[in-house]
């Protein structure tokens, strides 16, 4: 994969994670007993042999720069920096990073980064999310794309037919060619939902992009699957559709970060993400998740526990997500809850609602 460019969206403010992005940026919120959010995306496009990838940030980004070179800088996986790659690899640069004008959608980061993304070098781009949980080799996606000679080809699953209408709906004909894309549907018609992860051409892609900024401002919505896509398919490019298994989560909001977690504890296949928490490798301990000792004379059950994590003896924990730090004191009960990092619960917490926005 020599010739494909990795980018990677993580921009977003994440408002509506709560509580758990009030001190650091979506991307950095701690998953899995053993990384970060935006790590699983970093460790997707290296394991399939992708060269270079270019961040796409707005909201805080020195901390997520600090935290890629800090993990990510030593691999054969380049990270880009965009605007300020240079600036932060310089050793005397201390100070904050200068302001940029804010992006009004995805495809809006797509063009502000236009001169690292589309540099000679590359003839796809793959872009990806950095609030996506899956493991994944690219190769077959990409062996697909360049067979079919799509314009974009794009991931896609089936999941039950109730949830699609929380995500991006995709109807394909036999031959997998994408007829239709719809964010977010009232009423789906299909149950496939588009993963967030696309090969675009590049050449096509900087022909769709110059299009639909000749709309003007407020003539499209600068989003990708709102409007490049679509758009796409309108014109009649080929937008093919690649299908996806396994285990795949979208980290939108404080209940899917609970439930994604918990659903972790019985797909130890998408636990591959190196570790960057600096803390011990998480391990199933009965039904639960865990990094670190098994506390002792507590009732421990479906819950994933950091690294620091100290569940005291006589505690109730059940269904619940406990960060580095979280301290559940004796006869406290959490249940179905998140404990938040350095967080000491004196009181019984039960449900999420107090951390969601």
Not at 15 to 26: H, I, N, P, S, Y
Not at 146 to 158: K, L, Y
Not at 290 to 310: K, T
Not at 311 to 338: K, W
């Amino acid at each position: 994969m020599h010739d494909v460019r990795a980018a990677l969206l993580a921009g977003g403010l994440g408002e509506r994670m709560g509580t758990l992005t009030a001190r650091t940026c979506k991307p950095l919120v701690p998953y899995a007993a053993s990384c970060r959010l935006v790590d699983f995306s970093v460790d997707n496009a290296l394991r399939s042999g992708i060269p270079e990838l270019v961040l796409m940030s707005l909201h805080r980004e020195r901390d997520l720069i600090d935290h890629l070179l800090r993990s990510w800088d030593h691999t054969a996986l380049k990270v880009h920096f965009g605007p300020h790659d240079d600036l932060v690899r310089d050793p005397s640069f201390t100070g904050p990073l200068p302001e940029r004008a804010p992006e009004l959608g995805t495809a809006d980061a797509l063009i502000a980064n236009a001169e690292y993304l589309f540099a000679p070098g590359a003839r796809d781009v793959l872009v990806q999310h950095a609030d996506h949980v899956y493991t994944y080799d690219y190769g077959p996606m990409l062996a697909a794309h360049r067979e079919s000679g799509a314009d974009v080809t794009i991931g896609v699953q089936a999941i039950e037919r109730r949830y699609v209408k929380l995500f991006g709906m995709v109807e394909v004909n036999d031959d997998l060619t994408v007829r239709r894309l719809v964010e977010k549907p009232p009423d789906p018609t299909s149950d496939l939902i588009f993963t967030a992860f696309c090969l675009f051409r590049i050449d096509t892609l900087v022909k769709v992009l110059a299009e639909l900024t000749a709309l003007g401002e407020d003539g499209w919505q600068h989003d990708i699957s709102r409007d490049v896509l679509p758009a796409m398919i309108a014109t009649g490019r080929k937008v093919l559709a690649h299908p996806i298994t396994g285990y795949w989560a979208d980290i939108g909001t404080v209940e899917r970060y609970h439930s994604g977690q918990l659903g972790l504890i019985g797909h130890p296949e998408a636990l591959t993400a190196p570790l960057t928490l600096g803390g011990p490798t998480p391990r199933t301990v009965a039904d639960n998740l865990v990094a670190g000792p098994f506390p002792a004379g507590a009732n421990i059950r479906g819950s994933v526990l950091f690294p620091g994590a100290d569940v005291q003896a006589g505690a109730i924990v059940h269904r619940s997500v406990l960060l580095p730090g979280a301290v559940v004191g004796p006869g406290v009960e959490a249940v179905d809850t998140v404990v938040g990092a350095g967080e000491h619960l004196t009181t019984s917490r039960c449900g999420i609602a107090d951390l969601e926005p």
